[in-house]
């Protein structure tokens, strides 16, 4: 297949299902990863996809995250190796904050497994999943709702969430640094997932490998407030390095 064919082949690819692996790509066009890696630095060169450690994504802004439709579509499947590992690390009976996320909201689904949980959160998505189940006590924050998303902030959404301890909180970010610092998009809900960190006792983020490099424009927090962090792919090794120097377990999917 010509280079011009490759690329808008591997366009399609982004444009349908967001962020993509170099592995897919790969398998999928049948040619060596160093081929890919000079496809995707020549078209993120252009501005065509943005570049991270693994593959590549649609083009963002850090300024104003995916919309949620798309942000759901995106990356389903690493999302979902993410949470059915994750959640075998959860036991029977406890107590967890869960923020606003897709990959938050994919954790949700696999918690059906366990039993007993008690969940406080500031996601109505996630409250609607874990609702079905009976033994489950399910704690919704109060605050504005975000419509496009679900997602629920403000000063009341804090205050809430300080009124608990819980044994664990899972968190997803918009971005993560080369340095370790952790990014989202909106301040409001920056606050909402801050409070949550101080009020855990163990806090994992789960963030699929598309999040590594990524851009946005509100501080959240470091590696250094993490406790574990699960991924699907395995960062790049001064990543690796970082959160071990932190005392961060990671795991990859």
Not at 31 to 60: F, M
Not at 93 to 121: D, P, Y
Not at 187 to 202: D, G, H, K, L, W
Request: avoid cysteine; hydrophobic fraction near 40%.
């Amino acid at each position: 297949m010509r280079q011009h064919m490759r690329q808008d082949h591997i366009l399609e690819l982004v444009e349908n299902q967001g962020f993509v692996s170099i592995d897919e790509l790969v398998e999928a066009l049948d040619v060596t990863p160093q081929t890919i890696r000079r496809d995707l630095n020549q078209l993120a060169e252009r501005k065509l996809v943005s570049r991270h450690h693994g593959g590549a994504g649609p083009l963002e802004s850090s300024t104003e995250n995916t919309s949620y439709s798309k942000r759901v579509r995106y990356g389903s499947k690493a999302k979902e190796q993410i949470a059915a590992r994750l959640v075998e690390d959860i036991p029977d009976g406890a107590s967890i904050f869960i923020n606003i996320g897709t990959t938050t909201e994919a954790v949700a689904r696999e918690l059906l497994q366990r039993r007993n949980l008690s969940v406080i959160t500031n996601n109505l998505h996630v409250a609607a999943t874990l609702s079905e189940r009976d033994d489950y006590r399910i704690i919704v924050a109060g605050g504005e709702v975000r419509s496009r998303d679900g997602g629920i902030i403000g000063e009341a959404t804090v205050d809430l969430i300080r009124q608990f301890q819980t044994d664990y909180a899972i968190i997803g970010v918009s971005g993560i640094q080369d340095d370790g610092t952790l990014l989202d998009f909106d301040y409001r809900e920056v606050r909402v997932s801050q409070a949550i960190i101080e009020n855990a006792r163990t806090v994992i983020l789960a963030a699929d490998i598309s999040k590594f490099g990524r851009n946005a424009m509100v501080r959240l927090g470091e590696v250094a407030d993490l406790d574990a962090l699960y991924t699907n792919s395995t960062p790049p090794e001064e990543f690796v390095e970082l959160l071990e120097s932190n005392g961060v377990k990671l795991v990859v999917a």
